[in-house]
Protein backbone atom coordinates (compact mmCIF):
# COMPACT_ATOMS: atom_id res chain seq x y z
CA UNK A 1 0.00 0.00 0.00
CA UNK A 2 2.62 2.22 1.15
CA UNK A 3 4.44 1.72 -2.49
CA UNK A 4 1.42 2.34 -4.18
CA UNK A 5 0.85 5.60 -2.18
CA UNK A 6 4.47 6.95 -3.11
CA UNK A 7 4.02 5.80 -6.61
CA UNK A 8 0.76 7.92 -7.12
CA UNK A 9 2.37 10.89 -5.36
CA UNK A 10 5.40 10.79 -7.54
CA UNK A 11 2.61 10.81 -10.73
CA UNK A 12 0.80 13.62 -9.51
CA UNK A 13 3.46 16.00 -8.77
CA UNK A 14 5.37 14.85 -11.96
CA UNK A 15 1.99 15.44 -14.14
CA UNK A 16 1.42 18.73 -12.31
CA UNK A 17 4.67 19.72 -13.24
CA UNK A 18 4.15 19.21 -17.10
CA UNK A 19 1.23 21.43 -16.99
CA UNK A 20 3.50 24.67 -15.67
CA UNK A 21 6.58 24.07 -17.46
CA UNK A 22 5.73 26.39 -20.66
CA UNK A 23 4.88 29.28 -18.68
CA UNK A 24 5.76 29.03 -14.45
CA UNK A 25 4.45 32.27 -13.73
CA UNK A 26 1.15 31.72 -15.51
CA UNK A 27 -1.98 30.90 -12.75
CA UNK A 28 -3.31 27.28 -13.86
CA UNK A 29 -6.56 27.48 -15.21
CA UNK A 30 -9.69 24.88 -14.37
CA UNK A 31 -11.21 22.98 -17.23
CA UNK A 32 -14.53 23.06 -17.45
CA UNK A 33 -15.29 19.93 -15.80
CA UNK A 34 -13.39 20.87 -12.40
CA UNK A 35 -15.52 21.95 -9.31
CA UNK A 36 -18.80 20.62 -7.44
CA UNK A 37 -21.59 19.01 -9.20
CA UNK A 38 -24.88 16.94 -9.08
CA UNK A 39 -26.40 15.29 -11.64
CA UNK A 40 -28.90 13.00 -13.25
CA UNK A 41 -28.83 10.18 -15.60
CA UNK A 42 -31.64 7.92 -17.34
CA UNK A 43 -30.47 4.69 -18.61
CA UNK A 44 -30.95 0.79 -19.53
CA UNK A 45 -29.29 -1.76 -16.89
CA UNK A 46 -28.38 -5.50 -18.04
CA UNK A 47 -28.59 -8.03 -15.32
CA UNK A 48 -28.51 -11.49 -14.53
CA UNK A 49 -27.60 -14.11 -11.57
CA UNK A 50 -26.97 -17.81 -11.88
CA UNK A 51 -26.19 -20.11 -9.21
CA UNK A 52 -28.62 -20.61 -6.02
CA UNK A 53 -30.25 -17.89 -7.17
CA UNK A 54 -31.36 -17.69 -10.91
CA UNK A 55 -31.86 -14.70 -12.65
CA UNK A 56 -32.07 -14.77 -16.74
CA UNK A 57 -30.13 -11.67 -18.41
CA UNK A 58 -32.97 -8.92 -18.42
CA UNK A 59 -33.04 -5.42 -19.27
CA UNK A 60 -34.70 -2.52 -16.70
CA UNK A 61 -34.83 1.21 -17.71
CA UNK A 62 -34.38 2.76 -14.36
CA UNK A 63 -33.31 6.75 -13.32
CA UNK A 64 -30.20 7.06 -11.06
CA UNK A 65 -28.35 10.58 -9.44
CA UNK A 66 -24.84 11.43 -9.29
CA UNK A 67 -22.59 14.14 -7.14
CA UNK A 68 -19.33 14.41 -7.06
CA UNK A 69 -16.35 17.06 -7.61
CA UNK A 70 -13.22 17.38 -10.00
CA UNK A 71 -10.20 19.11 -10.10
CA UNK A 72 -6.82 19.57 -11.95
CA UNK A 73 -3.70 18.08 -11.84
CA UNK A 74 -1.55 19.14 -14.98
CA UNK A 75 -3.72 18.00 -17.52
CA UNK A 76 -5.81 15.26 -15.74
CA UNK A 77 -8.89 16.05 -14.20
CA UNK A 78 -9.13 13.86 -10.86
CA UNK A 79 -12.42 13.34 -9.34
CA UNK A 80 -14.66 11.70 -6.99
CA UNK A 81 -18.50 11.05 -7.46
CA UNK A 82 -21.58 9.08 -5.59
CA UNK A 83 -23.84 7.40 -7.23
CA UNK A 84 -27.60 6.06 -6.38
CA UNK A 85 -28.94 3.96 -9.46
CA UNK A 86 -32.33 2.71 -8.69
CA UNK A 87 -32.89 0.25 -11.09
CA UNK A 88 -35.24 -1.91 -8.93
CA UNK A 89 -35.78 -4.42 -12.00
CA UNK A 90 -32.61 -5.28 -11.54
CA UNK A 91 -31.04 -8.67 -10.31
CA UNK A 92 -29.50 -6.73 -7.81
CA UNK A 93 -32.00 -4.01 -6.97
CA UNK A 94 -30.91 -0.65 -6.57
CA UNK A 95 -27.61 0.36 -6.47
CA UNK A 96 -25.46 2.98 -4.57
CA UNK A 97 -22.05 3.94 -4.29
CA UNK A 98 -18.35 5.61 -4.72
CA UNK A 99 -15.82 6.19 -7.85
CA UNK A 100 -12.41 7.68 -8.05
CA UNK A 101 -12.60 9.27 -11.66
CA UNK A 102 -10.03 9.52 -14.41
CA UNK A 103 -10.39 12.12 -17.19
CA UNK A 104 -8.59 14.10 -19.86
CA UNK A 105 -10.53 17.39 -20.98
CA UNK A 106 -9.77 18.52 -24.75
CA UNK A 107 -11.76 21.64 -24.82
CA UNK A 108 -15.54 20.96 -24.36
CA UNK A 109 -15.10 16.97 -24.49
CA UNK A 110 -13.95 14.88 -21.72
CA UNK A 111 -13.05 11.05 -21.49
CA UNK A 112 -12.69 9.50 -18.42
CA UNK A 113 -12.64 6.11 -16.70
CA UNK A 114 -13.88 5.50 -13.16
CA UNK A 115 -13.41 2.70 -10.70
CA UNK A 116 -15.03 1.83 -6.86
CA UNK A 117 -17.59 0.19 -5.22
CA UNK A 118 -21.14 -0.48 -5.57
CA UNK A 119 -22.93 -0.86 -1.81
CA UNK A 120 -25.78 -3.19 -2.00
CA UNK A 121 -27.15 -6.18 -2.19
CA UNK A 122 -25.85 -9.01 -2.19
CA UNK A 123 -22.61 -7.66 -1.70
CA UNK A 124 -20.27 -4.94 -1.74
CA UNK A 125 -18.40 -5.60 -5.31
CA UNK A 126 -15.77 -3.73 -7.87
CA UNK A 127 -17.50 -1.40 -10.06
CA UNK A 128 -15.71 0.30 -13.29
CA UNK A 129 -16.94 1.75 -16.60
CA UNK A 130 -15.88 4.21 -19.05
CA UNK A 131 -17.53 7.87 -20.19
CA UNK A 132 -17.26 10.97 -21.85
CA UNK A 133 -19.20 13.99 -20.63
CA UNK A 134 -19.85 17.41 -23.42
CA UNK A 135 -19.71 20.84 -21.82
CA UNK A 136 -22.82 22.05 -23.49
CA UNK A 137 -22.40 25.28 -21.04
CA UNK A 138 -20.08 26.70 -18.40
CA UNK A 139 -22.65 25.46 -15.86
CA UNK A 140 -23.87 22.07 -18.25
CA UNK A 141 -22.34 19.07 -18.64
CA UNK A 142 -24.25 16.12 -21.17
CA UNK A 143 -22.87 12.42 -20.44
CA UNK A 144 -23.03 9.12 -21.65
CA UNK A 145 -21.73 6.03 -19.62
CA UNK A 146 -21.44 2.18 -19.56
CA UNK A 147 -20.45 1.02 -15.65
CA UNK A 148 -20.34 -2.37 -14.84
CA UNK A 149 -19.84 -4.71 -11.84
CA UNK A 150 -20.01 -8.34 -10.47
CA UNK A 151 -20.34 -10.53 -7.72
CA UNK A 152 -20.00 -13.93 -6.30
CA UNK A 153 -22.73 -14.11 -3.05
CA UNK A 154 -25.46 -15.88 -2.38
CA UNK A 155 -24.02 -18.68 -3.82
CA UNK A 156 -24.67 -17.32 -7.08
CA UNK A 157 -22.26 -15.12 -9.50
CA UNK A 158 -24.31 -11.82 -10.19
CA UNK A 159 -23.82 -9.52 -12.83
CA UNK A 160 -24.61 -5.77 -14.26
CA UNK A 161 -24.03 -3.74 -17.28
CA UNK A 162 -25.62 -0.11 -16.93
CA UNK A 163 -25.79 2.44 -19.86
CA UNK A 164 -26.55 5.71 -19.29
CA UNK A 165 -27.18 9.08 -20.52
CA UNK A 166 -27.21 12.45 -17.74
CA UNK A 167 -26.92 15.88 -17.14
CA UNK A 168 -23.90 17.25 -14.54
CA UNK A 169 -25.02 21.07 -13.25
CA UNK A 170 -21.78 22.52 -12.15
CA UNK A 171 -21.54 24.99 -9.19
CA UNK A 172 -19.62 27.98 -10.34
Known amino acids: MKKT ?8 ATASGFAH ?12 F ?4 VGFKVGAN ?4 AGEINKPS ?6 GFTAGYGFNVGPLMLGAEAFADLHHGSATYKDGG ?26 TRPHWG ?6 ATKNLGVTAE ?22 HYYFR
Not at 46 to 49: E, K, L
Not at 58 to 63: A, D, G, N, S, W
Not at 130 to 135: D, T
Open 21 to 32: ADDITSAPTASL
Open 46 to 49: VSSA
Open 58 to 63: HTTVFP
Open 98 to 123: IDAKLGMPFGQIMPYARLGFTVDWPA
Open 146 to 167: WTSDHANAENSSWHNNSFTLGM
Open 130 to 135: LGVEYA
Open 34 to 37: SGPY
Open 5 to 12: LATLVVFL
